[in-house]
C-alpha cells in the first residue's frame, strides 16, 4: 500500500478510498482489488485475466503493476470529474503495456461515461486492427531535442 502510494504521490487513506471505486464500474483489466493485512502491513491485491490467482502489487510484473497504477488513476480522475473540470496524463506507466493492451486502454478511455480528458504520452503509432480503438484521439508528435521540439499532427 505505502509503494502504491508513493509511486502516485499520494497518501495511504487515498489508495484506500480509490479500491472500492476501481472495483464499482470494474471495465479495466485489473479485477477485485483489494487490500489485505499481512504481517502488520497492507499489501494491495488485484485479479488479472492472465493469472488464476490474485497477486500482489508488489509480486506482479511491471506491466501488472502498470495495470494497477492505471486503474487506480482513473477512479481518480472519474471521482475528480464529478466536482470540477480533470486531465488525467498519462505518461511512463503505459510504456510498460504490450500495444495490445494500450490500444484496448485507450478505446476504455473514450467511453463517454469517463467526463475527463486523456493524455496519453506513448512512442507507438496505432496500425492495422488497433486503429479504430483510436478513434477520437489525437495525435502529436513532437518532433527535435528538448531545446529544438516541433509540433507535429499529420496524420500518420
Known amino acids: ?17 480509490l479500491v472500492p471505486l476501481v472495483n464499482r464500474h470494474g471495465e479495466g483489466s485489473v479485477k477485485n482489488l483489494r487490500l489485505e493485512e499481512e504481517d502488520g502491513t497492507w499489501q494491495l491485491y488485484a485479479e488479472y485475466p492472465f493469472q488464476k490467482e490474485a497477486i500482489t502489487f508488489s509480486g506482479g510484473s511491471d506491466g501488472a503493476q ?20 480533470t486531465i488525467l496524463l498519462l505518461d511512463g506507466c503505459v510504456s510498460l503495456l504490450d500495444y495490445e493492451y494500450i490500444s484496448r486502454y485507450a478505446e476504455f478511455l473514450a467511453s463517454p461515461e469517463h467526463h475527463f480528458q486523456s493524455i496519453m504520452m506513448q512512442v507507438l503509432k496505432p496500425a492495422g486492427k488497433h486503429a479504430r480503438r ?4 489525437e495525435f502529436v508528435r513532437l518532433i527535435g531535442t528538448q531545446r529544438n521540439v516541433t509540433i507535429d499532427q499529420s496524420p500518420f
Do not use: H, Y
Request: glycine share 4%; net charge negative.
Open 1 to 17: 500500500l505505502e509503494k502504491v502510494a508513493s509511486i502516485l504521490g499520494l497518501d495511504s487513506q487515498t489508495i484506500r478510498n
Open 66 to 85: 502498470a495495470m494497477i497504477l492505471l486503474e487506480l488513476c482513473v477512479a481518480m480522475a472519474r471521482f475528480s470529474s464529478e466536482f470540477m473540470p
Open 134 to 137: 483510436w478513434a477520437g484521439w
